[in-house]
Structure formats: C-alpha cells, structure tokens
T-cell receptor, first 115, second 110 residues
Framework: EAQVTQNPRYLITVTGKKLTVTCSQN?????MSWYRQDPGLGLRQIYY???????DKGDVPEGYKVSRKEKRNFPLILESPSPNQTSLYFC??????????????FGEGSRLTVL | AQRVTQPEKLLSVFKGAPVELKCNYS??????LFWYVQYSRQRLQLLLR??SRESIKGFTADLNKGETSFHLKKPFAQEEDSAMYYC????????????FGKGTRLSVIA
C-alpha cells in the first residue's frame, strides 16, 4: 500500500533529550516535507527536501534538523527539545518537486510532548 | 511571497444549509490552488484542486483571479462534512513549496 509512515506516533519526552521522528515513503516521491500543526496557527512548514541531499528551511526551522540521505526517508531531528516544540508533526511527500502538482500525501502525524 | 488567508477559524452550519469556506491568496505568479481536508482522527488529504475543475463529495471551488479567491462551496452540508479544511497555494512555475492557510474548522449541526 502506498503510504507515508511516521514513527513514533506519540512521544512524551523531557527538555534537552535528543529525539528523532522518522518518516518513510514507499512511492518513490522526490519531494518530502515536515509540518507542525498547532491550534490557531494551522500547518507551518519546518523543512522540506526537493530530492536526495537537497534540503531547505521552511517557515519555522529553528530547533530542528533534517537529512535526506535516501529518497524514501526524511527524519526530523530535535537536538535539544524544548516545551515550545510540543506539537503535532506531519510528514508529507509528493511525486515531483520540479513540477509541483500540489498533491501532498501525508503521514498520520506524530504527537510530541516536551516536558 | 505567497500567502493564503482563511478568515474564519470556525464555521458552524446546520445540516442541509449551504456552506462557503473562504480562501484568499496573494501571489505574484500563476497560482495553483488546492483544498485539503482533515477528518477527525484521519490524516490530511487532498479534497480538490482548481485545475481539475471537479466536484468532490459535493464540494466545488472556483478560482477567481480578479478577487484572488478560491472559496470552497457546497449547496447542502452533511454531518460527515465536519472537518478541518485547509486552503493551499503553489506556484505553477515549479520548485515552489505548498503554502497552507491556517485552516477553518467546519462543524455541521444536525
């Protein structure tokens, strides 16, 4: 089944403890992206990647890192999480970055709580 | 810069009433507009895009370049339409990440 898979789906952690949220897609998509969803603020893009080894900052990249070593994987890394990073995170992918059809396929979301 | 504005955070309508979710955009080039929907406990999914000119689940949206709007409409709301709706914008020139509005929560009251 074609899908975007995120792990973990739920995580409670403490301030400063490094964590990684994995994202994998099996559709051979070029474009991948991370968003956070917060009440009243909607979806805000954190980082995106046009292809392997090509990443760029979105609207709210502070406190996050990403890597794109393989086409299918796009992990989100929080080196030193803080409470303001408590949020619902979504990974998404789409087929082609160069001609963006706009149809993003989303993962189920990862709810992160930083105490 | 691209910008998408959804002026209503919450819209409540009665079942059977018409629905209009507003979306205005700002973009200097040729835009591609989309509506995404998120039902309770489900992932975000594409509802419709303006280039397809299609009706999905009874919803339609027309791109009005003069008013820079892409409002989502449905003549008769159903309870199962209750969800979070996001308007999104991409530049047709490519290499333009999708930009989302802040979303409107639609609540259809029985």
């Amino acid at each position: 089944e074609a899908q975007v898979t995120q792990n973990p789906r739920y995580l409670i952690t403490v301030t400063g403890k490094k964590l990684t949220v994995t994202c994998s897609q099996n559709m051979n998509h070029e474009y991948m992206s991370w968003y956070r969803q917060d009440p009243g603020l909607g979806l805000r893009q954190i980082y995106y990647s046009m292809n392997v080894e090509v990443t760029d900052k979105g609207d709210v990249p502070e406190g996050y890192k990403v890597s794109r070593k393989e086409k299918r994987n796009f992990p989100l890394i929080l080196e030193s999480p803080s409470p303001n990073q408590t949020s619902l995170y979504f990974c998404a992918s789409s087929l082609l970055a160069s001609s963006n059809t706009g149809e993003l396929f989303f993962g189920e979301g990862s709810r992160l709580t930083v105490l | 810069a691209q910008r998408v504005t959804q002026p209503e955070k919450l819209l409540s309508v009665f079942k059977g009433a018409p629905v209009e979710l507003k979306c205005n955009y700002s973009y200097s080039g040729s835009p591609e507009l989309f509506w995404y929907v998120q039902y309770s406990r489900q992932r975000l999914q594409l509802l419709l895009r303006h280039i397809s000119r299609e009706s999905i689940k009874g919803f339609t949206a027309d791109l009005n370049k003069g008013e820079t709007s892409f409002h989502l409409k449905k003549p008769f709301a159903q309870e199962e339409d209750s969800a979070m709706y996001y308007c999104a914008l991409s530049g047709r020139s490519g290499n333009t990440p999708l930009v989302f509005g802040k979303g409107t929560r639609l609540s259809v009251i029985a």
